[in-house]
């Protein structure tokens, strides 16, 4: 009988482990995910680039973004210039930018974009680091 009540209390004891352990390793899944949701929504740096959009498309298999590069102008010595192409990512939640962007695009017109860097997101926010909020008329 002892033998029997020793072994029910082990049994007991290392369940009452294997149930912490597992709700410890939730606990901290869930908190480092929150975590991590909260990081990509907090911007590292704003600011603004003036140019003309030279790129627009939207990518993507299944999660779709729209992605574009500005031409903020030439760098570089005379006869040796280059353009200084910057690439962005359009922040989803308002699709009235993506269409002054495209209209933007296929007139030529000069825009000021403001954006919001972000060091931390998920694969499915963009391609790039840096969101744009805003578009206005630059000029």
């Given at each position: 009988?002892?033998?029997?009540?020793?072994?029910?209390?082990?049994?007991?004891s290392?369940m009452?482990?294997?149930?912490r352990?597992?709700?410890?390793?939730?606990?901290?899944?869930?908190l480092?995910?929150?975590?991590?949701?909260?990081?990509?929504?907090?911007p590292?740096?704003?600011?603004?680039?003036?140019?003309?959009?030279?790129?627009?498309?939207?990518?993507?298999?299944?999660?779709?973004?729209?992605?574009?590069?500005?031409?903020?102008?030439?760098?570089?010595?005379?006869?040796?210039?280059?353009?200084?192409?910057?690439?962005?990512?359009?922040?989803?939640?308002?699709?009235?930018?993506s269409?002054?962007?495209?209209?933007?695009?296929?007139?030529?017109?000069?825009?000021?974009?403001?954006?919001?860097?972000?060091?931390?997101k998920?694969?499915?926010?963009?391609?790039?680091?840096?969101?744009?909020?805003?578009?206005?008329?630059?000029?």
């Amino acid at each position: 009988m002892a033998f029997n009540d020793q072994l029910n209390s082990a049994k007991q004891s290392t369940m009452t482990f294997f149930r912490r352990l597992f709700i410890g390793i939730v606990v901290l899944a869930v908190l480092g995910l929150l975590l991590g949701f909260l990081a990509t929504k907090v911007p590292y740096s704003e600011g603004e680039r003036a140019g003309v959009v030279s790129k627009f498309s939207r990518k993507g298999y299944i999660f779709k973004t729209d992605e574009g590069e500005l031409n903020v102008g030439a760098q570089g010595q005379v006869g040796n210039m280059a353009n200084n192409l910057w690439a962005f990512t359009v922040d989803s939640d308002d699709p009235a930018i993506s269409k002054k962007l495209e209209d933007a695009m296929l007139t030529g017109r000069r825009l000021r974009l403001h954006y919001e860097q972000r060091y931390l997101k998920f694969f499915w926010m963009g391609d790039t680091e840096y969101f744009v909020t805003r578009v206005d008329e630059a000029p």
